[in-house]
């Protein structure tokens, strides 16, 4: 059974930077890919961004200036740091990653706010 655990969010200042961590139970290199996804109170789920195993790297194209991902293989963890944070990034963030299988985290609460 692969675990996804994420951790580091919160409430931060408009404005702000939280970064994110999301660690695997299995060796990360082994998915096709790890990544981000958010979901907004009453929007659906949408992608902010994910890690090929190759390194290759795709983000959501309004959320590249501001969020980077990046991974530890030692870990087995994928990492979201996001700066410049307002209030429309407030959401759950999900880690995801997939292999011919999906699967997801628990999620994590973040909330931006004045």
């Known amino acids: 059974q692969v675990q996804l655990v994420e951790s580091g969010g919160g409430w931060v200042q408009t404005g702000g930077s939280l970064r994110l961590s999301c660690v695997a139970s299995?060796?990360?290199?082994?998915?096709?890919?790890v990544g981000w996804f958010r979901q907004a109170p009453g929007k659906q789920r949408e992608m902010v961004g994910i890690?090929?195993?190759?390194?290759?790297?795709a983000y959501a194209d309004s959320l590249e200036e501001r969020f980077t991902i990046s991974r530890d293989n030692g870990k087995n963890a994928v990492d979201l740091q996001m700066n410049s944070l307002n209030s429309e990034d407030t959401a759950v963030y999900y880690c995801h990653a997939q292999d011919s299988v999906e699967y997801w985290g628990q999620g994590t609460q973040v909330t931006v706010s004045s």
């Open positions: 890690i090929f195993n190759s390194s290759r790297l």
């Open positions: 299995r060796n990360i290199l082994s998915f096709h890919y």
